[in-house]
């Protein structure tokens, strides 16, 4: 008997299959292709069905982000409370930006735009990583990819609402007493969740694509910072600015998020200090809305268009 095996024949199909093209054979024999992309609504209920995946993954990295450190989970905290107290000394006393804030009042609402601006800052630069550093997970596991930007998102939005309470100690110590604008703090987190998310979700498939785009983010984020106004009223800045900029500056989704947060935490200081208003333009609200629910479609259909792409080569 032969030892030497025979050569795999790769002819064309003969018998009742000849002349078939092989999407044909594929269709007559029930075949797909592997980690092809399901339908957009298929799709959504994958990511659905998993959301509990989804938590419990944002949780585990959240968890085990602190744990060589002695401090452990005081970092959440302590890490925005430093670059406040940064900001602070740099704009508010050498550069005297707290001028015309009452009393401690300027740390409040200083606090407020760094911890806001800094949970779209990481969802961003965690999102641009979100595949390029999970390809073990990605090539071993099947499952909606779309998973993982989300949960880095749900690792920001964690951090955000641990901080949180160092944050409203901060407005009280400033001597801002609660009230019902308190309530808008939830609105106005959700649609910045939005937003982030479907930020998170295109840079997520442009750094699977291209990873040294994750050199480049830190210093678009940087910039994006300092034009947002984190550390100063970027309405009073612009007001002599040319109309298409102020309108540009309006429209910033950083400066929205910003402006709805510290309105909600402390209105009486917010209107003080906006030289072209005089309260809440209630257009923010809109912008505020269709800058969420407007990128997260976008970001997510972006997204699920590379499904197939993610894990390969």
């Known amino acids: ?27 007559k024999y029930g075949l797909s292709v592997s980690g ?3 339908g957009l609504v298929a799709y959504t209920r994958q990511l659905w069905a998993r959301r509990h995946f989804i938590w419990a993954f944002a949780t585990a990295r959240l968890v085990a982000q602190y744990t060589d450190a002695k401090l452990g989970q ?3 905290v302590v890490t925005p409370l430093l670059n406040c107290g940064v900001f602070y000394l740099v704009f ?12 401690h009042t300027y740390i409040a609402w200083l606090c407020i735009g760094v911890f806001v ?24 596991l099947h499952f909606p990819r779309a998973s993982l930007p989300i949960a880095f ?7 955000l ?16 007493a609660p009230g019902r604008t308190w309530l808008l703090i939830i609105p106005a987190l959700i649609l910045q969740t939005l937003f982030n998310t479907g930020v998170s979700l295109v840079f997520a498939r442009i750094g699977a694509r291209t990873s040294d785009i994750s050199q480049l983010i830190p210093f678009v984020m940087r910039a994006w910072m300092f034009l947002s106004g984190v550390m100063f009223s970027i309405q009073e800045k612009s007001q002599h600015w040319d109309p298409i900029i102020q309108k540009i500056v309006a429209a910033n989704p950083a400066s929205v998020y910003m402006d709805l947060l510290r309105h909600a935490f402390a209105p009486v200081i917010y209107d003080t200090h906006q030289s072209a208003y005089q309260k809440l333009p209630p257009h923010l609200w809109a912008y505020g809305l269709a800058w969420g629910v407007g990128m997260f479609v976008i970001g997510y259909v972006f997204f699920w268009k590379a499904e197939e792409e993610y894990g390969r080569g």
């Open 92 to 103: 508010g006393v050498i550069l005297a930006n707290k001028q015309g804030f009452p009393g």
């Open 117 to 140: 601006f800094q949970f779209t800052q990481n969802a961003v630069q965690s999102g641009t990583r979100a595949i390029s550093d999970n390809l073990g997970l990605i090539r071993a």
């Open 153 to 159: 998102t749900v690792i920001q939005l964690q951090q």
């Open 36 to 38: 092809a992309r399901p």
């Open 74 to 76: 005081l970092w959440q």
């Open 1 to 27: 008997m032969s030892t030497v095996s025979e050569p795999v024949s790769l002819s064309a199909p003969t018998g009742a299959d000849a002349g078939l093209t092989p999407k044909q054979l594929a269709d």
């Open 161 to 176: 609402l641990i901080s949180m309470v160092v944050l409203v100690v901060t407005v009280l110590s400033a001597g801002i």
